[in-house]
């Protein structure tokens, strides 16, 4: 049985991804690595994962199809996705590349369990009591989505409670950032039976503004996988929170401790993924945790860590008129080019 870890990416993450391989590599333990390509913009961190003995890029369409079709399948049965998405200017599913994710399960992926994270992740401890809980659980998860299910399914359906009572939202829905399971959990005529389901009507449960998550929710929930959050099911004095918006954690190390507890993970989650690359081009940015990311990223080559002076600029701070004329000046090139 091989054991591995997932993320997904392309280039427009390539310091993130670059400081989560770090931090699996010298913290999670000696598992294999492949990347899902969230697109075909792949080309740098083709590069960097060719330099890593550990690490694939998983980039064969032949492998997303049956996902991507999936997709297409499972949002052509709500009420208003696709038209909405339409008005929008977005052409089929919404952020079709982050569903790259449910390659995981696919019959043909390289790793028997996984564990999968985003790439705007550090991993701070040894993932084994995960893998370990695989024996007993299809699914694991180590997360607090829980506490806002609104962003996994549309609370005001008045059919969601039917499908999915309280109780089960309360122990079951996770944050698609971090999820473990096996692959062959959906097998081709299960993914069929469960968009029959959402086409007699079930389909308008499901949240559109994420719809990755929205769907992988449903399609495990409906398909009664067993589903462990550590997050649930651990004595809160053991337990740790995991979102990069908790002001809380203490450093120590290189590694981050809730109440004295070792976080198993950092997520970046709601931070702009533009932020990273101009962090790490030198602008002073106040980032939480940054000194954490930074870490990670340049591991390998610290001496390459940007120097900053001053004192950090605040992520809402306003723009200075340079900044604005410099943006219309932006706008207005790009505009005049596609005249």
Not at 107 to 124: E, G, H, K, S
Not at 175 to 200: I, N, T
Not at 213 to 230: A, D, K, P, T
Request: glycine share 6%; aromatic share 12%; with cysteine.
């Amino acid at each position: 049985m091989t054991d591995g870890i997932y993320t997904l990416a392309n280039d427009k993450v390539y310091d993130q991804l670059i400081a989560f391989l770090n931090s699996v590599a010298v913290n999670a333990g000696d598992y294999p690595v492949a990347v899902f390509a969230y697109d075909e913009h792949t080309e740098r961190i083709a590069a960097e994962i060719a330099q890593r003995p550990n690490v694939t890029l998983l980039n064969d369409p032949a492998l997303f199809k049956p996902w991507e079709d999936l997709s297409y399948q499972v949002w052509g049965t709500h009420p208003t996705a696709l038209q909405n998405w339409q008005q929008q200017g977005i052409q089929g599913v919404r952020r079709l590349g982050a569903n790259h994710r449910y390659a995981a399960f696919d019959a043909t992926a390289p790793f028997d369990r996984f564990i999968y994270f985003d790439a705007d992740v550090v991993v701070l401890n040894d993932l084994g009591f995960m893998f370990e809980q695989l024996d007993r659980s299809d699914v694991v998860t180590y997360d607090f989505q829980f506490k806002d299910p609104s962003h996994i399914y549309n609370v005001n359906s008045a059919k969601l409670h039917d499908i999915f009572p309280p109780g089960r939202i309360a122990q079951e829905i996770f944050c698609s950032g971090c999820f473990g399971g096996h692959r062959h959990l959906l097998p081709p005529e299960q993914r069929l039976d469960l968009v029959k389901q959402l086409a007699a009507g079930e389909a308008e449960i499901l949240y559109p503004r994420a719809p990755n998550q929205s769907v992988l929710n449903y399609l495990l929930m409906r398909s009664r996988q067993s589903i462990h959050n550590f997050a649930v099911h651990l004595d809160p004095t053991e337990s740790t929170g995991c979102a990069v918006t908790s002001t809380h954690f203490e450093t120590r190390d290189h590694l981050l401790f809730d109440r004295g507890n070792r976080l198993t993970y950092l997520h970046y989650i709601g931070l702009d993924i533009a932020l990273f690359p101009r962090l790490c081009a030198g602008e002073n940015l106040d980032l939480p945790y940054r000194e954490t990311f930074l870490t990670y990223r340049y591991w390998h080559h610290p001496e390459e860590r940007p120097r900053f002076k001053g004192q950090p600029k605040p992520l809402d701070a306003p723009l200075s008129l340079l900044q604005r004329i410099r943006r219309k000046a932006k706008r207005w090139f790009s505009e005049g080019k596609s005249k």
